[in-house]
């Protein structure tokens, strides 16, 4: 793709934006960055106390407005050596600076460090400098568009939207893990190489294909390798680049892209995300969409012009072909569909070893296990992953990625980017025994997958999780399995209740709530796994979605309604009942666990597991191991 000069530069600025904001960030004094007086053990606020009330304490440092603290204390049980300690405390605390000097302990406050002034200077200045300088840049390219500045303004001319690319370089090679859709499209390749083979028997050649799957499982990249199998040229567009404001763009979008196509052919012609002009006509709200349904018709009627043997092959990707226009899938039309799934591990497996031929690994890494830790990943997911673990394996100066840097990818691409913990406080202190209430169920409940980690690193919305071990993506899951989920997503508000009381409770646990309620009501109407009996009462999908469907069509009466809102309720009371009584049971341990985990951050499941173990039994768990 050829990248214009305004292109560029309207990325490159929210990249100086970001990059700014990070570079000056680097200069403040934050707590990974006190320099030499760097202490790597932590001791939580409430011990420093005790510390100072035992006269432990000899010297203090304080940094970073009075948030952080160098401790130096001794300690008597291993005679009288000087430890230094880190503390977080809580706000710029005055009261502290007066407790010192009450108790006569040395102490010294150390301002932010200021070395960065100069630079920060030059940062404040450079910004604005190319903020401008683009901006300026900017106008004064468009001014010499004929039609006026900006996009909105040159449409008349329906300038091309689509991309072209003479040669993909995608081989069928870097497509892995979706072997069945590459099969079937095997054929396609050899329908654009040799046609003779197929119109000399008489056979017509397919115009369309769609390729149905999810987001990321490589419907694009697969399209691209038959092209790059077939040596022809790539024509692509995306369906919600057909639909335009203005009342006409869309078709004529249309018939430039497959003018192109006729001037080109043999070659594919790809649109991605269908569904956003495809979608059934005269349905959706207010009546039909006069532009979406032009453009659709302009589509059909493209499709209708040319024969199969002119060597275009138009192919399509879709996750929702339920809401297509029927005449879409007609014969002649997008006559075959092909699924592209998410990999199943050995699909994971695959697409990894792909990703994995130009990237560093030490021989330690085993992709399978990678495999085995990642299931519903697509296959971008998993390209993601590799491509994070590189990017902290260059980050941390090492030569080649270890599992180390994997799991933190993983961790990162599953929950989002990681926070900074919170100082030690009575919220932390909540969200410690709502974590482990999760993982005291997911372990003592025999059915429930076993605990991987727990944290108190917060990462994207979570202010603390606890990982369960995945198991492989099972297609059956029994009853015992639903319920013993059900209980452990309970476990986090179970423990903030039996521990803080009915009145501290939290929202923290809403999300766990909905997925709580989700399950119990698809045990109830989906599954007959309750007293109404082995009923299907509601579709896969309760999605609403403003195409065919508009209104939810309700299968069963008001009193069938009644009754499942009543069994629903009654599953998850009995979970919750379940929940506490775990919970009150091993309050010991878990008040143990919550000191460790407030002073670790992390407990992994292993070290987990031996501490409960001292105290009661846990349950054999049967862990699947997936055959490869
Ligand atoms: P889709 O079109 O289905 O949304 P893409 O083809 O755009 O997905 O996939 C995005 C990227 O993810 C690809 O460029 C590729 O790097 C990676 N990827 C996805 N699926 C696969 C796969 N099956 N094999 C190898 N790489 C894949
Ligand atoms: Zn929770």
């Known amino acids: 793709m050829k990248l214009s000069w305004r292109t560029a530069l309207l990325w490159a600025l929210p990249i100086l ?87 006569g302990i040395r102490f010294d406050v150390h301002p932010v460090r200021n070395d960065g002034a100069v630079w920060g200077l030059l940062g404040n200045l450079i910004f604005p400098i190319l903020l401008i300088g ?60 040799k046609p003779e083979r197929f119109t000399a028997v008489g056979a017509r050649i397919p115009k369309g294909v769609l390729l149905v799957g999810p987001p990321g499982t ?118 075959r569909q092909v699924m592209v799934d998410v990999p199943d591990i050995k699909g994971r497996l695959e697409v990894l070893k792909v990703h994995a031929r130009n990237k560093k690994l030490a021989t330690e890494v085993s992709l399978d296990a990678i495999a085995r830790r990642t299931p519903g990943f697509s296959g971008a997911d998993l390209a993601n992953l590799l491509n994070e673990a590189a990017i902290l394996t260059a980050r941390r100066r090492k030569e080649a990625m270890t599992m180390l840097e994997i799991d933190d990818a993983v961790d990162r691409v599953i929950a989002g980017m990681e926070g900074t913990p919170l100082v030690d406080s009575k919220s932390k202190r909540l969200i410690a025994y709502h974590e482990l209430g999760h993982a005291i169920i ?65 929202t923290g646990a809403g999300n766990d709530l909905q997925q709580v309620t989700g399950m119990a009501r698809q045990m109830v109407t989906r599954f007959g796994m309750s007293d109404l009996g082995p009923l299907s009462l509601e579709g896969q999908s309760s999605e609403v979605f403003l195409g065919r469907d508009l209104m939810v069509r309700s299968e069963y009466s008001e009193e069938i309604a009644a009754r499942i809102d009543a069994q629903v309720r009654s599953i998850v009371e009995h979970c919750y009942d379940e929940a506490r009584r775990i919970i009150r049971e091993n309050r010991i341990v878990i008040d143990r666990l919550v000191d460790l985990l407030i002073e670790k951050e992390t407990i992994d499941g292993e070290e987990f597991r031996q501490i409960v173990a001292e105290y009661t039994d846990i349950p054999e768990k049967e862990q699947y191991t997936p055959q490869l």
């Open 134 to 193: 683009g901006l300026f840049f900017l106008f004064r390219r468009s001014g010499n568009v004929p039609g006026g500045p900006g996009q909105a303004m040159s449409f008349g001319k329906s300038k091309a939207r689509f991309q072209m690319e003479a040669k993909t370089g995608v081989m069928f090679d870097d497509v892995a893990g979706i072997e069945e859709a590459k099969e079937e499209l095997q054929e396609v390749v050899t329908f654009l190489k």
């Open 17 to 103: 934006v970001v990059g700014f904001f990070l570079w000056q960030g680097s200069f403040a004094t934050s707590p990974a960055n006190l320099g030499k007086n760097t202490a790597n053990t932590r001791m939580t606020y409430g011990r420093f106390l005790e510390y100072l009330d035992t006269n432990r304490v000899v010297n203090v440092d304080l940094y970073d407005s009075g948030r952080t603290a160098i401790v130096e204390a001794v300690d008597p049980e291993v005679g009288n050596r000087v430890q230094r300690l880190r503390v977080d405390l809580p706000g710029n605390s005055p009261e502290v600076v007066s407790r010192l000097r009450r108790d």
């Open 442 to 506: 997911g372990t003592l409940v025999r059915d429930h997958d076993p605990v991987q980690k727990v944290t108190l690193v917060p990462r994207g919305q979570a202010r603390g999780l606890t990982w369960f071990a995945p198991s492989e993506e099972q297609s059956l899951i029994s009853r015992s399995q639903i319920l013993a989920r059900i209980t452990g997503a309970l476990g986090g508000r179970a423990a903030e209740e039996v521990v803080f009381g009915d009145a501290e409770v939290t």
């Open 218 to 335: 490589g419907k694009t990249l697969l399209a691209k390798a038959i092209a790059g199998e077939a040596g022809v040229p790539f024509f692509s567009i995306s369906g919600s680049e057909f639909v335009e404001m203005f009342v006409g763009v869309g078709a004529s979008r249309v018939r430039d892209l497959f003018k192109k196509a006729k001037e080109n052919a043999p070659c594919i012609v790809f649109i991605d995300e269908i569904d956003a002009v495809g979608r059934q006509r005269g349905a959706g709200i207010g009546g039909g969409n006069d532009e979406r349904e032009q453009t659709l018709n302009q589509l059909l009627t493209e499709m209708d012009g040319f024969e199969g043997n002119t060597g275009i092959i138009i192919i399509a990707a879709t996750n929702r072909p339920d809401v297509l226009d029927a005449a879409l899938l007609r014969p002649g039309r997008f006559d």
